[in-house]
C-alpha cells in the first residue's frame, strides 16, 4: 500500500523552487515566435490536492512567460513539475491516487484515502495505461529500464523501480512527466533534467 502521509510540506516547497528554476533559465531563451525577450505573465490556477496534498493548494500561480515583442506577445508556457497540464489536481496527487486506487481493492477505501472521486481516478488510470504509454517521455523512459515497467499497473510499476523512498520516486516521476505539462514553449525532457 502507498503511504500518503510521507509527502509533507518540504517536499511542495521543493518542486516550486524547481519550477521557479525552471521558469528563469526559460526567461533567458528569446520567444520562439519572433525571437524577443520574455516576461514573467504568470496565471492564477486553483489546483486540488485532496487528502495527499492539502499544502499544494497553496499553490494559485502557474509559472509562465509572454513574449514582450509588440504584436507578438505569445505566451511561452515551461514544464511544471507542479502541474500536470491543465488537470485540477496537482501532479503528485494524480501520481499516489492512481497508485493508491490499483493497490486498494475496494474503489470506496481508495476514495477515503485519497478525497479523490472514483469516476476521476478511473479516468486518471486509463490515461497511464493509455496516452502517457504512448508519450514520448514515457518511451525515453521505459527504453532505461530493463525490464519495462509493467504498463497495467502504472503508475505504481514506475514508483516501485525509482526505490522505496516514496517522495524521491514521487519527485522523479514528476520531473518524467513535466515535458508533458504544457504545449507552448515545451523544451525537450533534457532541459528539465538539468534542473534536478
Same mark, same amino acid.
Given at each position: 500500500?502507498?503511504?500518503?502521509?510521507?509527502?509533507?510540506?518540504?517536499?511542495?516547497?521543493?518542486?516550486?523552487?524547481?519550477?521557479?528554476?525552471?521558469?528563469?533559465?526559460?526567461?533567458?531563451?528569446?520567444?520562439?515566435?519572433?525571437?524577443?525577450?520574455?516576461?514573467?505573465?504568470?496565471?492564477?490556477?486553483? *489546483?486540488?490536492?485532496?487528502?495527499? %496534498?492539502?499544502?499544494?493548494?497553496?499553490?494559485? $500561480? &502557474?509559472?509562465?512567460?509572454?513574449?514582450?515583442? #509588440?504584436?507578438?506577445?505569445?505566451?511561452a508556457t515551461p514544464p511544471s513539475v507542479r502541474f500536470l497540464g491543465r488537470r485540477v489536481y496537482v501532479g503528485a496527487v494524480v501520481i499516489l491516487a492512481a497508485a493508491v486506487a490499483l493497490t486498494t481493492m475496494a474503489t470506496s477505501a481508495a476514495v477515503r484515502a485519497t478525497g479523490v472521486p472514483s469516476r476521476t481516478l478511473r479516468r486518471?488510470?486509463?490515461?497511464?495505461?493509455?496516452?502517457?504509454?504512448?508519450?514520448? *517521455?514515457?518511451?525515453?523512459?521505459? %527504453?532505461?529500464?530493463?525490464?519495462?515497467?509493467? $504498463? &497495467?499497473?502504472?503508475?505504481?510499476?514506475?514508483? #516501485?523501480?525509482?526505490?522505496?523512498?516514496?517522495?524521491?520516486?514521487?519527485?522523479?516521476?514528476?520531473?518524467?512527466?513535466?515535458?508533458?505539462?504544457?504545449?507552448?514553449?515545451?523544451?525537450?525532457?533534457?532541459?528539465?533534467?538539468?534542473?534536478?
Amino acid at each position: 500500500m502507498i503511504d500518503l502521509l510521507e509527502l509533507g510540506s518540504e517536499f511542495f516547497e521543493g518542486l516550486t523552487a524547481i519550477d521557479l528554476a525552471i521558469v528563469e533559465q526559460a526567461a533567458q531563451q528569446p520567444c520562439r515566435d519572433c525571437g524577443g525577450r520574455l516576461y514573467r505573465g504568470d496565471y492564477p490556477r486553483k *489546483p486540488r490536492g485532496g487528502q495527499i %496534498a492539502a499544502a499544494a493548494e497553496g499553490w494559485v $500561480r &502557474r509559472f509562465s512567460l509572454c513574449c514582450g515583442s #509588440e504584436g507578438c506577445r505569445r505566451r511561452a508556457t515551461p514544464p511544471s513539475v507542479r502541474f500536470l497540464g491543465r488537470r485540477v489536481y496537482v501532479g503528485a496527487v494524480v501520481i499516489l491516487a492512481a497508485a493508491v486506487a490499483l493497490t486498494t481493492m475496494a474503489t470506496s477505501a481508495a476514495v477515503r484515502a485519497t478525497g479523490v472521486p472514483s469516476r476521476t481516478l478511473r479516468r486518471w488510470l486509463r490515461w497511464w495505461r493509455g496516452p502517457w504509454a504512448t508519450s514520448r *517521455p514515457f518511451v525515453e523512459l521505459s %527504453a532505461r529500464m530493463i525490464p519495462p515497467p509493467e $504498463r &497495467r499497473w502504472l503508475p505504481v510499476s514506475l514508483l #516501485e523501480r525509482f526505490g522505496a523512498d516514496r517522495p524521491a520516486a514521487v519527485f522523479k516521476l514528476l520531473s518524467w512527466l513535466a515535458p508533458i505539462t504544457t504545449t507552448s514553449g515545451a523544451p525537450d525532457s533534457g532541459f528539465l533534467r538539468v534542473q534536478m
